[in-house]
């Protein structure tokens, strides 16, 4: 993940790629225990809700039970599978740094874990989020091309003042993904594969829209950061999403610029219709309601 709003470098003691040292042998028993107990959490959750190439890539890189991965550890494998590596980061780091990373095939991790009191509501993302939810999809040869494609093109976005469009694909996409499969709607984006209550709302509740995806419809839908989504978009396969996305996005971005955007709860007569969502829980008042 990225933010921007930074200062002009990388906070002490990191490198000018903004990376860190995991320092794998310095976390407690306690933060490993934290890491097992969301794994077991979500273990028990996810077959027959996350993607296929999702639990392939949670078995190929055997992101087992024991605690915190060391990233030198799962790099060899995910190196082989994919050329992807995973690097070590303080935390968020500036869009264009992101960007790089990604364009490079190098996915910036979280070092931290979270304390033991929050384990359901982040505001940053942390290792468990950044790890074992966006990783094992690295482990995916088109998923792991659609990413380094995004690192390219955050960086032309960015460049073309459009990136609020692009990260919207991001989000609808790397983050809160569902692909459609024969036996029913999968999960395989990080932020629900890695939340304990979204992998159950995002397929399971009958308040959000679940729609069929368009990349220029995702592009002018804003998005919540804050609460469960009001909305999913649901991909055919990996390989039509890469597809859709190998365009150049320049007359895309030109038609954006006079685009309105698309109200949030919205079903327009040209969506495919996987769920029309009743809203209701957006509607009470979602996680702040009494
Ligand atoms: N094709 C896009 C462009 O021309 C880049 C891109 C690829 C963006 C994949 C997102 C995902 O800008
Ligand atoms: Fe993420």
Redesign the pocket.
Known sequence: MSADGFGSGPPPGARADWTIDQNWEAYSQAEHDVWITLYERQARLLPGRAADPFLKGLEALDLHRAGIPDFARINEELRRLTGWTVVAVPGLVPDDVFFDHLANRRFPAGQFIRKPDELDYLQEPDIFHDVYGHVPMLTDPTFAD?MQ??G??GR?ALGLGRLHN?AR?YWYTVEFGLLETQQGLRIYGAGIVSSFAESVFALDDPSPNRLGFDLERVMRTPYRIDDFQQVYFVIPSLQSLLDA??????PIYSRMAAATDIPIEAVLPQDRVFTRGTQAYAQKGGRNAA
């Open positions: 659609y494609a995004y390219e093109g032309r692009l694909l996305t190998l365009q150049d996005f320049g």
